[in-house]
């Protein structure tokens, strides 16, 4: 039987793959299996994965796939869900890496724990700059209900650390429907997977293992990139707050899920790397986003949140509303990096 599934999209990343697939090989045993999804990439990224499918067979079980067309991350990695046959299964970017070993560690981590899923810290790389990022939940090693963990609305928790591929999950979670993604997201995809985990799973810990290498600032990665894939956090967010609102406990969880919200539309509208054309529609579609929200829970949050953001915030709201498209045109492109950016609520 398998043990672990290890679900790797790529697309555009014949510079990093390499790198990639030697620390998978490190990770390597003959239990686990590695899914290799291309998806559609237009580099050299193709031959590399038909050469490491090959140099990894004798250490592992690998099952690589091409999409013909370039769907997102969220589409790759459920592509991989679909293929997976592991008793846990975790996520890794194409264009990130692993210490040796790290995989035995985490499996071993999950049996003695025994809960749904676990949370793990990881290193951020940029440049040569090695950074500690932690999971934000105060207790370590202790199987703990993952809804009480959405909470306070007024300090980063779990929900707030969204990446997929710090962590592992048990297959009953998959068999569960709680693993696959938003088909189509091509930014903060991981927003709404890690709230419905929170949700609905019934156990999960936090641990302080250390072995994923996230690689920031990466050219081709979506969190660089100022064009329109970037606006489908709104479309991530907005789902968020309908399957939050539906929840037994919304009146609990709602604030927490609106502040979030407002601190990443925040976050975007400071920031100077959109196109104009892009940035004008920000505005557009936050405009509308915030008159969708509940207009009380909506000012509860922008009075605890600090002066700047807050103004911005209440500028746009005033702004009139104008008919404009939810997720405009798509254009493609699927990178290992993806707007699963932290911002303090």
């Not at 939940?137 to 980063?156: C, E, F, K, M, Y």
């Not at 104009?276 to 529609?281: G, N």
Request: net charge positive; aromatic share 8%.
């Amino acid at each position: 039987m398998v043990k672990l599934s290890v679900i790797v999209p790529f697309y555009n990343v014949q510079s990093y793959a390499p790198e990639t697939l030697r620390s998978l090989r490190a990770n390597a045993r003959q239990d686990f299996e590695f899914i290799l999804v291309d998806d559609a990439s237009k580099d050299e990224t193709p031959e590399i994965l038909e050469r490491a499918e090959s140099d990894l067979r004798d250490v592992a079980r690998v099952i690589r796939t091409r999409h013909s067309r370039n769907g997102g991350l969220a589409t790759a990695r459920n592509t991989g869900l679909d293929r997976a046959s592991g008793e846990f299964v975790t996520f890794l970017d194409g264009d990130d890496w692993l210490a040796p070993g790290y995989y035995e560690e985490l499996v071993a981590c999950i049996e003695r724990l025994g809960c749904d899923f676990v949370r793990t810290d990881h290193v951020q790389c940029t440049a040569r700059s090695r950074t500690l990022a932690r999971v934000p939940h105060g207790r370590r090693g202790v199987v703990q209900d993952p809804r009480a963990a959405i909470l306070p609305a007024t300090r980063s928790t779990s929900v707030d650390y969204a990446y997929a591929w710090a962590g592992i999950y048990h297959r009953r979670l998959l068999d569960e429907g709680l693993l696959h993604f938003t088909d189509g997201l091509r930014t903060a995809e991981d927003r709404p997977w890690i709230w419905r985990l929170h949700r609905e799973a019934r156990s999960f810990a936090a641990v302080g293992l250390l072995g994923v290498f996230y690689r920031r600032g990466v050219a081709s990665s979506l969190t660089q990139i100022g064009d329109v894939r970037q606006l489908d956090f709104i479309r991530a967010f907005d789902q968020v707050i309908e399957e939050t609102a539906q929840d037994r406990d919304a009146e609990q969880l709602l604030p927490k899920a609106i502040r979030t919200y407002c601190a990443i539309l925040a976050h975007h509208l400071s920031s100077d790397r959109f196109e104009p054309q892009v940035a004008r529609k920000l505005r557009a579609m936050g405009a509308a986003a915030l008159k969708r929200l509940p207009a009380d829970l909506l000012t509860e949050a922008l009075d605890s949140m600090d002066h700047e953001r807050a103004a911005r915030l209440r500028r746009l709201r005033r702004r009139p509303a104008r008919p404009t498209t939810p997720h405009g045109p798509h254009s493609t492109g699927s990178t290992g990096s993806t707007g699963s950016t932290e911002v303090a609520a």
